[in-house]
């Protein structure tokens, strides 16, 4: 895995258990959107977490949270 992305309103435990597994093998984990709207992106239902295999995609989506959290301020 490249990335994984959890929901905001994945449940507590299920975000530290991935927080742990993520920092356990160095992967970038990103708290971004919602269930429904990050299942509706990758054409599925009811999809918590998403994980990214690809490098590119996963280096681009990064950049895009990153600029989409400077432009909120």
Same mark, same amino acid.
């Given at each position: 895995? &490249?990335?994984i992305i959890v929901a905001k309103d994945t449940s507590d435990k299920t975000k530290k258990e991935m927080k742990f597994t993520c920092d356990k093998y160095g992967i970038p984990l @990103? @708290?971004?959107g919602n269930i429904e709207v990050n299942s509706r992106s @990758?054409? &599925?239902n009811n999809r918590a977490i998403i994980g990214?295999?690809?490098d590119g995609l996963a280096k681009k989506f990064q950049e895009?949270? &990153?600029t989409e959290i400077t432009e909120d301020k």
């Open positions: 895995m &490249k990335l @990103i @708290i971004f @990758i054409g &599925k990214i295999c690809d895009l949270v &990153k």
